[in-house]
């Protein structure tokens, strides 16, 4: 089954000669259960196509349709509610907010959209996440690794149609960036969670079951594991 479909997504920034197509006419589409990791250099237009996938920045022109729905015809309010929904959003430097405790960072999209979350669950998460013994605490107060957990605890709390991970591993040595991906691993081939996974780390790559690579804004090589 389908759950994103990319139709000719362009993102253009600047005019004339100072012209960038940072996205260049990409079309693809992703299945239920999919783990899909985009690699390319710096620069190469990888973290621009993630957040125009994630509705997080509207695309010159082309659509994103996530679980058939155009999410670029919603207004911004009918977006952020949607994107607050149905997608996940990791990323490399957590975005926690730190005022927020654990258990509070994992539960705000729930509680901003007035949703009560089933405690039996955010239980069962949180000893997913070997944070149980964390809960209380600010994001001051963990490592780097525990931080990035909390941000996937966030990011799947609400069963979103897909999550999306901008190098969710970049800030971390190599124990903590091991433990990272085996927890989207898991959460991939456990509960179907499709994953669409940003980084410039081939080994980190090869583990999901396809590999777009993306060059000058354009997919110029698109395997499946």
Do not use: W
Request: proline share 3%; with cysteine.
């Amino acid at each position: 089954m389908e759950i994103l479909r990319v139709e000719n997504l362009c993102k253009v920034y600047g005019k004339g000669e100072n012209k960038i197509k940072a996205v260049d006419n990409v079309s693809f589409s992703v299945q239920k259960g999919d783990f899909v990791a985009i690699v390319g250099a710096s620069g190469s237009g990888k973290s621009t196509l993630l957040h125009l996938l994630g509705g997080v920045d509207r695309p010159t022109s082309g659509k994103v349709f996530i679980d058939n729905v155009d999410i670029y015809s919603l207004d911004n309010d009918k977006l952020a509610i949607f994107r607050r929904r149905e997608v996940g959003l990791i990323y490399q430097f957590y975005n926690l907010i730190p005022i927020l405790n654990v258990k509070e960072n994992i539960t705000l999209p729930s509680d901003l959209d007035n949703q009560k979350v089933d405690g039996e669950k955010l239980d069962n998460l949180l000893n997913m996440l070997n944070l149980k013994n964390r809960e209380n605490h600010l994001p001051n107060e963990l490592s780097g690794g525990q931080q990035q957990r909390v941000s996937i605890g966030r990011a799947i709390i609400n069963n979103p149609a897909i999550v999306l991970a901008d190098e969710p591993t970049g800030n971390l040595d190599s124990k903590a960036s091991d433990e990272i991906i085996a927890l989207l691993k898991m959460q991939n081939e456990k509960y179907k969670q499709t994953i669409i996974i940003i980084t410039h780390d081939l080994e980190i790559a090869s583990m999901a079951n396809r590999i777009m690579t993306i060059e000058d804004g354009k997919i110029i090589s698109d395997v499946r594991n």
